[in-house]
């Protein structure tokens, strides 16, 4: 290669490498961004792509991991050209039409969750009729913010279902009630989760709502960044000192949870969502939608500042409903460029990258033999009982599972929370039952079990040398918010002995 040649190629990637940096301005996208989502995650291909890319990258190949040899700008090439990242908007945010900056005009709607967009154009299609039902999510009458799902047929009934709960909703049971019911034309209100499920509903080829030609359904969709079980979260709060009979607002906004008595007034109690993380909906982890990507319409608050929503038209139908009802005064919109694009781009990513950081803890190292606990004198083995009444009923929240090392004479007791929600100071006794008698008690208390989690204890068996093993193992779990949770016995016999 000449000298010339050589310039010639540096001008060209000068040139290209500041056209994009310029193209990036105002994003969050970052060496540092690269490292937490794909190299620290264990997603990286070791391609090597964003160390050729970068003058100030180069290819560690002890660590297998781009190096900094000089100070990064921060300016987000690298992690745009990398494979594994996601950047694309429209793999962000889904396909849409256009979007708007949207707010009520209602008077009774204003001071619903954020701009009352939603229940704005429920609404509108009532007025208008155009739809003779809608499903949307109410509070519980018995059960303090406990979603319900329900069947609204007027305007009413949609401005008393406005404001958000922060639990999954069986929204498609009331749906598939309405469709059942003969309603024809049906708004349908569900976060992205929920539109999924109708979408597939009506387009996979084993699909339920497939072959209802009557049932026209528009989907309007609600931003999701998660969900919190209520078993578990409700308690925490009350703990807290909050009365849920006096909660009139839940929202969430820039990362925290804030709590209501008063909606115009400061919030009672906020909570990072980090501190709240444990009582997420398992499936929320797995969850990769931010902005409900299958539904007519898309509304969320990210990107619109305060009582204002952020709105995606996405289809044809979605978009002429949202303009007729701005045109009749339901609604004001802002276009498009009026949304704050980056802001919804990086909770979007977030959310699809946040399956990276999944690290499921799968064993527990239990510490050995305490003995803190006299026998109990007497007790009759509980056999195979797989579901104990708790107060919440027969739900089964662990399931357990044994194997037998038997040279080294040790049973393998494998206990999983088989439960959504994060099982806290779970309290696990081990002991053995000869006769009607318990024998060397094992407890330990488990801080977190986390939903679909699975620990692992090794209890020794204590069998004299030449004996053959023989053993009922009685394992207990309790905690102190729902009581015993678990109780079965297990015979415990070598391979040969169980199939004799
Ligand atoms: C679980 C959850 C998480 C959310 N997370 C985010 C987020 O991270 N970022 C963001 O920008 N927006 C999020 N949203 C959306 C946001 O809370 C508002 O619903 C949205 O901005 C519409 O506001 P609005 O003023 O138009 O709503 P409103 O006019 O008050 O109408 C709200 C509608 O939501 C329905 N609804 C309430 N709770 C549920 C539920 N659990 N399931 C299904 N439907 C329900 C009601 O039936 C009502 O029709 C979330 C919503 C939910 C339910
Ligand atoms: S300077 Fe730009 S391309 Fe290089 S490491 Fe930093 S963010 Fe990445
Ligand atoms: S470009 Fe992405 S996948 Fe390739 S080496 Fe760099 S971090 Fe890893
Ligand atoms: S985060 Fe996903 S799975 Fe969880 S409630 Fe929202 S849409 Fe559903």
Redesign the pocket.
């Known amino acids: 290669m000449t000298e010339n040649n050589t310039e010639k190629i540096e001008t060209q990637y000068d040139y290209s490498f500041e056209y994009i940096q310029k193209k990036l301005e105002g994003k969050k996208d970052s060496f540092g961004m690269l490292m937490k989502e794909i190299v620290r995650t264990g997603v990286c291909t070791e391609c090597g792509t964003c160390a050729a890319v970068c003058p100030v990258l180069e290819w560690d190949h002890v660590t297998a991991q781009p190096k900094l040899t000089g100070k990064c700008t921060g300016c987000g090439i690298c992690y745009n050209q990398c494979p594994r990242t996601i950047t694309d908007p429209y793999v962000l945010m889904g396909q849409f039409g256009t979007g708007y900056v949207?707010?009520?005009n209602i008077p009774e709607?204003i001071g619903?969750?954020?701009?009352?967009?939603?229940?704005?154009?429920?609404c509108y299609l009532f007025d208008e009729h155009l739809i003779d039902a809608?499903?949307?999510?109410?509070k519980d009458p018995s059960k303090p913010w406990h979603?319900v799902?329900?069947i609204i047929t007027s305007k009413d009934d949609?401005i008393k279902?406005?404001?958000?709960?922060?639990?999954?909703?069986q929204?498609v049971e009331a749906l598939m009630d309405a469709i059942r019911q003969d309603f024809r034309s049906i708004a349908f209100?569900?976060?992205p989760c929920?539109i999924d499920a109708v979408k597939k509903m009506f387009d996979s080829p084993t699909g339920m709502l497939k072959y209802f030609m009557r049932a026209h359904v528009l989907s309007?969709g609600?931003?999701?960044?998660?969900?919190?079980a209520p078993e578990a979260i409700y308690p925490f709060f009350e703990k807290d000192g909050i009365d849920l009979s006096k909660v009139q607002k839940m929202?969430?906004n820039k990362g925290k949870f804030h709590v209501y008595y008063d909606p115009e007034a400061e919030p009672i109690k906020s909570y990072t969502i980090k501190q709240l993380d444990k009582f997420k909906s398992s499936s929320c982890n797995f969850c990769t939608d931010?902005t409900a990507e299958n539904a007519d319409i898309s509304?969320?608050?990210?990107?619109s500042g305060a009582?204002r929503?952020?709105v995606f038209a996405r289809s044809g139908l979605g978009r002429e409903i949202m303009e007729d009802a701005a045109e009749k005064g339901y609604l004001t919109i802002e276009p498009f460029n009026a949304i704050n694009l980056n802001a919804?781009l990086f909770?979007a990513k977030l959310k699809k990258v946040a399956q990276y950081n999944i690290q499921k803890r799968k064993v527990f190292i239990v510490r050995d033999t305490v003995e803190e606990e006299e026998p109990r004198i007497e007790t009759k083995p509980e056999i195979q009982q797989d579901s104990v009444k708790s107060p919440l009923g027969t739900r089964k929240f662990i399931s357990a599972s044994q194997t037998l090392k038997e040279r080294e004479k040790v049973v393998t007791l494998s206990l999983t929370n088989t439960i959504g929600y994060v099982l806290e100071d779970l309290k696990i006794r081990i002991v053995t039952v000869e006769e009607l008698f318990e024998k060397r008690p094992w407890i330990t208390t488990i801080k977190e079990l986390f939903p679909f989690e699975t620990i692992e204890i090794g209890y020794p068996l204590d069998v004299p040398e030449g004996q053959p093993i023989a053993a009922n193992i009685l394992v207990e779990a309790s905690t102190e918010s729902f009581g015993k949770l678990f109780s079965r016995t297990f015979k415990v016999a070598p391979t040969e002995e169980k199939t004799k």
């Open positions: 949207a707010n009520t709607v619903g969750q954020d701009g009352g967009t939603v229940t704005s154009i429920l809608a499903i949307v999510t109410m979603p799902a329900q949609a279902s406005s404001g958000s709960i922060y639990s999954h909703s929204t209100v569900g976060t929920n309007i609600l931003f999701c960044m998660d969900s919190f929202d969430i931010l509304v969320g608050s990210v990107g009582k929503n952020t919804v909770l």
